[in-house]
């Protein structure tokens, strides 16, 4: 898929800035959470929280806060009562934005998402004018430290992945949404250790930006993702960083 390998990179690279400043173990809880609440609290019988399980013990976080979450979704302990909501827009140079978000105030949430949109050169749009432009797929991150290609080949692709990409430090991973558990399973019993390991959105298409476009798109990305309601921001840019300008 044209632009897959650059896009996804900054997006693991994002997701290691995020862990260190705690906002994942945050955004985990949330999806926890609200799995739990809405498949039960058996990851046997819940995709979806099995997911999240893997994506939460993949990124370090102690078996007890993800068993407190799962007890807050069932309702055997008190927790927020969250809502899940996806919008939609688009930024600079036309680059199509989707934000998922996990909220216990969606009025409150709606109004931030607005005004972040409005402040980066973006614009909200109505649902369904850009989410057609993502597709739904496995991601397993593994550090290049951990595995080797040949060995990655023999478990993951034999489990049922898609592809294997190379990166500068780490191997990526994808799956249909249908294979991903098998091939986290697989990955888990052969005992590579994965980065990072969920369901993510790819788009179909990128959209090449430059110079203040580029950096006004990358703006309205980080002030998104620094919400404390947004779960995930997916983007269809294509961003060489050697045309920024300097700040």
């Not at 994965?194 to 006004?216: C, H, M, W, Y």
Request: charged share 30%.
């Amino acid at each position: 898929m044209s632009g897959h390998s650059k896009w996804s990179t900054i997006k693991h690279k994002k997701g290691a800035a995020d862990a260190k400043r705690g906002k994942i173990f945050t955004r985990l809880i949330k999806e926890i959470t609200i799995a739990a609440r809405m498949g039960g609290g058996n990851p046997e019988f819940n995709p979806r929280l099995r997911s999240a399980v893997a994506e939460a013990k993949g990124s370090n976080m102690p078996a007890h806060n993800i068993e407190r979450a799962v007890k807050k979704g069932t309702g055997e302990l008190e927790g927020i009562s969250y809502e899940e909501g996806t919008y939609e827009g688009y930024g600079a140079g036309g680059v199509a934005i989707l934000v998922d978000v996990i909220t216990d105030n969606k009025n409150r949430t709606a109004g931030e998402i607005r005004k972040i949109f409005s402040k980066s050169a973006g614009a909200m749009g109505e649902v369904g004018c850009v989410g057609w432009m993502f597709e739904s797929k496995g991601l397993l991150v593994v550090d290049k430290a951990n595995s080797t290609e040949e060995q990655l080949m023999d478990v993951a692709l034999e489990a049922g992945a898609d592809d294997i990409v190379e990166e500068d430090d780490c191997f990526e991973i994808t799956t249909d949404p249908n294979s991903f558990q098998a091939v986290a399973d697989a990955m888990e019993k052969a005992e590579i250790p994965t980065l990072s390991a969920r369901i993510d959105k790819f788009p179909a298409n990128t959209v090449e930006v430059a110079g203040k476009e580029a950096a006004q798109v990358m703006r309205l990305i980080d002030a998104l993702d620094n919400n404390d309601d947004v779960q995930n921001v997916y983007d269809n840019s294509d961003i060489d960083p050697a045309t920024l300008p300097e700040e």
